[in-house]
């Protein structure tokens, strides 16, 4: 048999001595990994939101409370006809309002209702925080401009060019005022009423006939006019 030896320490020092197992260290992390795929995330969303930004028909600026720029889109400035260095990092939207106002794109601004004739114009408000109006453009268009407050004090405006809106509305009541003089201008009495035989239109021959304004008629019932039997067969007819 071969001896075994021993060392002090008591380990064997023999052929048929055991080695002592290597640790191999794991590999660790770095410290600052989490913070790296934290900021790479967000960097995709950011990304993500400048793209959704990009694809809007609208211009955009977000604005926090200190009335500084946080963010906008391209489209505003072709909209604002603005230069983009007027967004460099940490412009203010004060800025923005003087150089517009110094251009002289407020001298034709308007608070318009739906429907609203855009030649009857009043006097809007650029530098309001809430609310919406539209105004006419210096290329003669018509822009509606929307601001909506943000819970940190800061605003959203956006901006959408509603001059197609405009026109087609102008459009029909050029073609409703053309309609109106030619049935005024007819031999005989005409009369419109919708399905509740309620008057939407009568000509001068008409109002001149019930002897009542326009204005009283219109809306009103056209049953006081016929007998129980026309109104029926009216109705039937409809």
Not at 7 to 13: L, M
Request: proline fraction near 7%; include cysteine.
């Amino acid at each position: 048999t071969m001896d075994s030896r021993r060392r002090p320490s008591g380990r064997s020092t023999g052929p048929g001595a055991c080695r002592p197992t290597r640790l191999r260290p794991r590999a660790q992390r770095h410290p600052h990994a989490p913070l790296r795929l934290a900021q790479a995330a967000l960097a995709d969303k950011e990304n993500a939101l400048q793209l959704t930004l990009e694809s809007m028909l609208h211009g955009i600026i977000r604005v926090d409370a200190r009335g500084v720029i946080l963010l906008y889109n391209e489209r505003v400035l072709g909209l604002l006809d603005l230069p983009a260095s007027m967004f460099k990092p940490g412009a203010r939207f004060d800025e923005i309002l003087r150089f517009q106002e110094a251009r002289g794109d407020f001298s034709v601004a308007a608070d318009l209702p739906d429907g609203a004739d855009p030649h009857q114009m009043t006097v809007a408000h650029p530098r309001s925080l809430s609310g919406a109006y539209v105004r006419r453009t210096r290329s003669g268009g018509h822009m509606e401009v929307r601001t909506v407050p943000t819970a940190d004090g800061g605003f959203v405006r956006t901006y959408v060019d509603v001059t197609p809106y405009f026109e087609v509305q102008q459009a029909l009541r050029h073609s409703e005022q053309e309609m109106r003089t030619m049935l005024n201008g007819f031999p005989g009495l005409m009369v419109v009423c919708d399905e509740a035989l309620n008057y939407v239109y009568l000509n001068d021959r008409a109002v001149a006939w019930i002897g009542r304004p326009r204005d009283a008629l219109i809306g009103s019932s056209a049953r006081p006019h016929l007998s129980d039997h026309r109104a029926a067969e009216i109705l039937a007819f409809m």
